[in-house]
């Protein structure tokens, strides 16, 4: 019997410190988040980062936090609900970090008699940090708990049709009635390492704007090429120029080169090269999160108006779009029949 296994990457349990702190431990503790050896990320993450991070982090889930809980797994279970009924077989969700484990959605899955499962990180872009370590954490429970159980792992779904096609119609949706100066697409930014660590041929990625538009087998695997061919396509679809748009990376941390260009840096420059009107999509999250709805639609926008900006737009992630779960359904569909 086939299923499908649905995985988001988690939240803590509630805003408060005490449940932020675990779950960033976590988090941050995954050799594939921070990919140094287990010594010095303890030390980082347990003897420096631990020490500061959970109060600011609660502090900002407490700004988005909603009556029904985490929004990214709220609205990651209102997909999930969508979606059951337009397809033939059992979907379930998982998340990768926090109390709502792979391990939990494989069982709820085997209970119902399924041993063949669509394996579907919700993420479009393939990085180290979000779908391998999905892979990897789902195939090391599978041999341990559900051996029975066969995977189809869902690629990343960056530049199929039917999803770029839904991305466009949604800023499109969503920018009616607002006349944009600039349409920002901001992806979550990643070491510039993670990109030549996940280079296949070892020799293609460098980083310098030329090898994301280059052919390469590279591609397969790399998030910045995987970013940049998203909002291409998108952006011929919405018939816009070089001018009326740009792409950024958000949310990296301190220490390392991290890709360029920065979306809090860009922002700030904004109103003073005459861009007063800014419309936001961050197209690496199909359900909005910490990331879209504090760091984006809240502190951006704040920070654009502190620089003159005069009206800020955060376009909201396809999250449980009725066009996108179709999309989906569709997909799950092709393969399990």
Not at 3 to 17: M, R, Y
Not at 96 to 105: A, C, D, F, L, Q
Not at 166 to 173: F, R, V
Request: hydrophobic share 35%.
């Amino acid at each position: 019997m086939k299923g499908v296994l649905l995985v988001n990457l988690g939240s803590p349990e509630s805003p408060a410190p005490k449940d932020v702190k675990p779950y960033l431990d976590e988090f941050l503790m995954d050799k594939y988040v921070i990919d140094v050896p287990y010594l010095l990320r303890a030390l980082l993450v347990r003897g420096i980062i631990l020490r500061k991070r959970p109060e600011e982090s609660a502090h900002a889930y407490a700004k988005i936090w909603w009556e029904e809980g985490s929004p990214l797994v709220v609205l990651s279970e209102r997909m999930q609900q969508k979606l059951q009924p337009l397809v033939n077989v059992p979907v379930s969700l998982a998340m990768r970090y926090g109390s709502m484990t792979i391990e939990k959605g494989l069982q709820e899955l085997s209970d119902k008699g399924v041993t063949d499962v669509m394996l579907f990180p919700l993420y479009p872009q393939y990085a180290m940090a979000s779908t391998l370590t999905i892979l990897v954490k789902a195939e090391e429970i599978r041999k341990k708990k559900f051996p029975h159980m066969t995977f189809t792992d869902v690629p990343a779904f960056y530049n199929k049709p039917d999803y770029i096609k839904n991305l466009a119609d949604s800023i499109q949706k969503h920018v009616v009635g607002f006349e944009y100066d600039h349409l920002l697409f901001s992806y979550h930014g990643i070491p510039e390492r993670h990109i030549r660590k996940t280079d296949v041929t070892k020799s293609h990625c460098k980083i310098d704007g030329s090898c994301c538009t280059t052919p390469s087998p590279a591609h397969e695997f790399c998030y910045r090429h995987q970013c940049y061919e998203t909002t291409r396509q998108v952006v011929k679809l919405l018939g816009l120029s070089e001018d009326q748009y740009s792409l950024t990376f958000q949310s990296r941390l301190a220490g390392d080169k991290w890709l360029e260009p920065y979306t809090d840096v860009e922002i700030d420059s904004m109103p003073a090269k005459g861009i007063k009107k800014l419309a936001v999509v961050t197209p690496a999250f199909v359900s909005d999160c910490l990331e879209t709805l504090e760091e984006i639609a809240m502190r951006a926008k704040e920070d654009f108006e502190a620089k003159g900006g005069e009206e800020f737009l955060a376009i909201p992630c396809l999250n449980d779009d009725d066009q996108w779960c179709r999309t989906v359904s569709k997909w799950i569909r092709d393969w399990s029949e």
